[in-house]
């Protein structure tokens, strides 16, 4: 039987200023999103788009993204527990971030960013901001690893990594506890997103594919839940109440993304085909 040799030791925290810990998990968000603007900042000037709408996208894409994350997690991993204590909502420092929340919150943001600041359409604001996205996604996931969470079920698989599970107890100086070693599929999703964003960059940059709207979008929006949903066979449940489905809840929330995204695939190309015709 293979065994693993991967022990994982990383600290969660990049350093501190006095009490306050600046983690990975923190700074991988503050990079993707800088990555990411300069990605989108290049869109706009590729197709000449008036630069007054740019920072307003990504004000409106980082509260939503935020809020929807945290409010997607309180709400559909522990809803009983925090509409019992609302306030709890509010302590994002204590961890709880759903993608899937994200996901929703980032549909919100744009259809009011569509309304008050571009007045295009969502389809055509959403095909340039999921182009970077799948750079962030990896770097989130990468910050999971980092924060020791997130790790898939034991396997004797040759890359499987040993885990802490008393973190807080061992940065407080106990001795590390190790998990049985886990499929890391933090990793295995990073990996998947990474895919996805160089896929979306070659589609942008290299196959002009916003030219018709919805396409980006639709393709992304199928990779994306498409592999997280056959990730989630290889994850440990986030919650118990979990134990004993079929399905876990984060595969049951990529459902609907991804049919949505073979939908607007469809009525991309179907419109592409029609103006072909007209001319």
């Known amino acids: 039987m293979l065994t693993s040799e991967i022990t994982w030791m990383a600290d969660p925290a990049l350093f501190s200023i006095g009490s306050k810990e600046i983690r990975w998990y923190s700074m991988a968000f503050v990079i ?40 997607g997690h309180c709400l559909f991993y522990d809803p009983g527990h925090y509409l019992a204590h609302p306030v709890e909502i509010l302590k994002v420092w204590e961890g709880g971030l759903a993608s899937h929340g994200g996901v929703l919150g980032i549909i919100i943001a744009i259809y009011l960013y569509s309304k008050r600041v571009s007045h295009k359409s969502m389809l055509w604001t959403f095909d340039k901001l999921v182009t970077p996205t ?18 898939g079920h034991p396997t004797d698989l040759p890359w499987g990594f040993r885990f802490i599970e008393n973190l807080h107890a061992w940065k407080q100086g106990m001795e590390p506890v190790f998990t049985q070693p886990c499929h890391p599929t933090q990793l295995y999703e ?62 049951l929330l990529s459902i609907p993304f991804i049919l949505a995204g073979i939908f607007f695939v469809c009525k991309a190309l179907g419109l592409s085909e029609k103006r072909q015709k007209k001319k």
């Open 190 to 251: 990073a990996a998947c997103y990474l895919i996805i964003f160089s896929l979306c960059m070659w589609l942008y940059f290299k196959k002009d594919a916003w030219k018709k709207e919805g396409l980006i979008f639709g393709i992304f929006m199928i990779c994306l839940f498409t592999s997280r949903f056959l990730i989630e066979f290889l994850k440990n449940n986030q919650e118990t109440f979990e134990e004993g489905m079929i399905l876990n809840m984060g595969q």
């Open 32 to 71: 993707g999103f800088a990555v990411g603007y300069k990605i989108v900042e290049r869109m706009w000037k590729r197709e000449d788009i008036n630069q007054k709408w740019l920072d307003p996208l990504l004000y409106y894409t980082l509260i939503g993204t935020l809020v929807g994350s945290r409010l």
């Open 134 to 151: 799948g750079l962030v996604a990896a770097l989130i996931r990468l910050g999971n690893l980092m924060n020791h969470e997130i790790y």
